[in-house]
């Protein structure tokens, strides 16, 4: 079962959603303050907010040093593609941050990595300090390996909680998905290895070169042959479900073209028609959805395209749908908040 249902077109957050800000506002900051100069017990603390954040769905809640602000509230899906969803919501209704507070979705990076110890990891502390990382460039996304002098009497689980947790707290937790492709702890340390913060850095500089000031991705081009001829992509990169966990509904939009070249590629008659389309269902979609790919193949364009399914857009994408006069236009929509149907067109 899913931790929630789609419901009816919003213009805001739900009911349970206002209210916990509410209660926020009025004793949830307060009382998260008084925990952490040590006026109340942080178990009080605990129960009620574990209380609060779980009426709202599967998930998790911390209380962290902000980078904007003294203290940052993270309401966390804990990993969980369905619960992101909610997480973002919860989040995007949050009052404004200000310099003592502000309110994210996932956990950040530490300010400081290399002063972290993880207690207690195979009954033993780990300084995060004498980490050492390799990190290599693979289809957009850096392959790390990470060694640490504990893994020689830590089992293979408890080398990868390590691992895990070393690289969340020198990226946050959406870097390291966003960012990283395969992980590997290693027993013995790397010959060019190097430390955390310096792991920071690299995908810093990575972030720079595919996400622009303001945010939004960079696009990719992807060719292919098949049997009905060639195939050309464009595609959001990175293209993962984290950059916009509340678009959690896949949407095809399929438009058949007349004016094509002889290998099925659509020429000038089309070209402009079909620009023009997708400029008008970005209109539409707004802020509740993004198209995430284009690909032609065969007279046909397929436009794939994420929403929030609880904005009430799809009804728009396929009015805007039957405009399309060069054949008939299909719409066909799925709930996909880990964006599984576009993984075939991750650069």
């Known amino acids: 079962m899913s931790l929630f249902k789609k419901r009816a077109a919003s213009q805001g957050p739900d009911e349970g959603v206002v209210a916990f800000w509410e209660w ?11 925990s952490i100069d040590g006026r109340i017990s942080s178990d009080t603390l605990a129960e009620e907010m574990t209380g609060r954040v779980r009426s709202l769905g599967e998930l998790g809640w911390e209380v962290a040093a902000g980078e904007t602000s003294e203290h940052v509230l993270v309401i966390t899906a804990e990993g969980d593609p369905e619960g992101r969803a909610v997480a973002r919501r919860v989040v995007l209704a949050a009052p404004d941050a200000d310099a003592t507070w502000s309110y994210v979705d996932s956990r950040p990076p530490v300010l400081d990595p290399e002063s972290v110890v993880l207690s207690a990891v195979g009954a033993m502390d780990v300084d995060l300090a004498r980490v050492q990382v390799t990190a290599r460039m693979n289809a957009g996304r850096l392959d790390v390996q990470l060694h640490h002098p504990a893994f020689a009497d830590l089992p293979e689980d408890g080398r990868i909680q390590v691992t895990f947790l070393a690289l969340d707290a020198a990226l946050g937790e959406v870097d390291t ?8 702890p290693i027993e013995f340390p790397p010959l060019d290895g190097f430390g955390l913060t310096a792991l920071r850095s690299v995908v810093h500089d990575l972030k720079r070169q595919r996400v622009d000031q303001d945010g939004q991705t960079g696009w990719v081009m992807l060719r292919g042959e098949t049997r ?10 990175p293209l993962h479900a984290l950059t916009a966990p509340n678009l959690d509904t896949y949407v095809s939009v399929t438009l058949p073209f007349s004016q094509r070249t002889d290998d099925g590629l659509p020429d000038e008659g089309s070209l402009e028609p079909l620009r023009d389309f997708e400029a008008r269902l ?22 794939h395209v994420y929403v929030d399914s609880t904005a009430g857009v799809l009804p728009r994408v396929k009015a805007l749908a039957k405009s399309w006069d060069q054949g008939r236009a299909s719409v066909h929509d799925m709930y996909d908040p880990g964006w599984r149907a576009v993984e075939h067109l991750r650069g």
């Open 282 to 303: 970005e209109s539409e979609l707004g802020t509740s959805g993004q198209v995430v790919a284009h690909l032609s193949n065969a007279g046909t364009r397929t436009l």
């Open 177 to 184: 998905e966003l960012w990283l492709g395969e992980v590997t």
């Open 24 to 34: 926020w506002t009025a004793e949830g900051r307060s009382l998260a303050e008084r």
């Open 228 to 237: 009905q001829g060639p195939l050309v992509a464009m595609a959001r990169s």
